[in-house]
């Protein structure tokens, strides 16, 4: 053989093995990654009325500094697009300590949807960011949300009334629409803050819901949070049943199997931890909800 090509082959040879023994012994699975890291739903409070997992739900922080980079990389929509607002605060709960944001948003014709969210930040801190659901229903003059305070987002606190804050435009396309004239009762399961999404949903639509079923299912710690929000349901004809985590009492996905009247013209929409969302849609499926009628914002 060539002395040339024979030392050539050689070298070829050891460039291999050391690329294969220098690499890593396990790759990232990346949808373990990314789940591990963001909210499984938007503003779905995680709460001990849904079963326990490890999923975080509440307006989750991620822990890596977020950036308008990594915000499209991990598939939660367009960059955001700050801009400065002045926001009201007003103590909604105390335990858990949570905070209703009343704004003037600058971008109010980007809510089309009920179920849509903005990204939130203090004032040029990128490891604030949060990711909280519009309350409010389609073509209201402000934009109300109800956040559960966490270490990352105190600048929410009430130590002062009115803070700027930098503000995204509405992002995501929200729950679906169509599903409203195609069921005849209508169905929400969900927890905490994740009231919010779904608030503004039913609010949006309650001209096309009239007539129909509409049964809310809704855990929370204790009824110190959301009266003002559930008698507004029930003031447009939705049953609003509620199950308190603080007293014990079962899950709400648990309160809510076996309500569905009429499956093949029900429609469910879950805002909660992603096991809370598989019980109810493998319920569902058990009793004949039609495919694609268990839904979420997300």
């Given at each position: ?24 012994s ?6 373990s ?49 700050w ?8 103590s909604?709960?105390s ?10 948003h ?16 203090a ?29 990352n ?19 995501g ?39 129909k ?13 959301g009266s ?5 349901l ?29 499956p ?6 879950v805002v909660?931890?992603?096991e809370?969302?598989e ?8 009793v ?7 839904f979420?914002?997300?």
């Open positions: 053989m060539n002395p040339l090509v024979f030392a050539t082959c050689w070298l070829s040879l050891f460039c291999i093995c050391s690329v294969t023994s220098f690499a890593p396990k790759t990232l699975d990346p949808i990654f990314v789940s591990s890291n963001f909210p499984i739903s938007i503003n779905a409070l995680s709460s001990p009325q849904t079963k326990p997992t490890t999923s975080l739900i509440q307006s989750t922080t991620p822990k890596f500094p977020p950036s308008r980079y990594s915000t499209k990389l991990y598939g939660w929509g367009p960059d955001p697009i801009s400065i607002c002045s926001v009201s605060l007003t909604s709960c335990d858990p300590a949570i905070t209703k944001i009343n704004m003037a600058d971008r109010p014709e980007g809510h089309t949807n009920g179920g849509q969210y903005v990204q939130m930040r004032s040029g801190k990128e490891d604030t960011v949060g990711y909280y659901a519009i309350s409010t229903p389609v073509g209201s003059s402000s934009m109300d949300f109800y956040v559960k305070l966490n270490d987002n105190q600048y929410l606190s009430l130590s002062s009334d009115t803070v700027s804050v930098e503000v995204s435009q509405v992002l396309g929200g729950f679906n629409s169509d599903i409203v004239d195609s069921v005849d009762e209508l169905y929400v399961v969900c927890t905490g803050t994740g009231i919010a999404p779904c608030y503004s949903y039913l609010m949006s639509n309650k001209d096309r819901l009239k007539g079923t509409i049964k809310v299912f809704w855990g929370t710690k204790t009824d110190s949070f003002d929000i559930a008698a507004s029930e003031s447009v004809g939705a049953v609003v049943e509620r199950t308190y985590s603080g007293a014990k009492q079962p899950y709400v996905q648990d309160v809510f199997a076996g309500s569905i009247l009429t093949s013209s029900a429609g469910v929409m909660g931890q992603k809370m969302f019980s109810v849609k493998s319920h569902c499926e058990d004949g909800v039609g495919e694609g009628r268990v979420s914002n997300f």
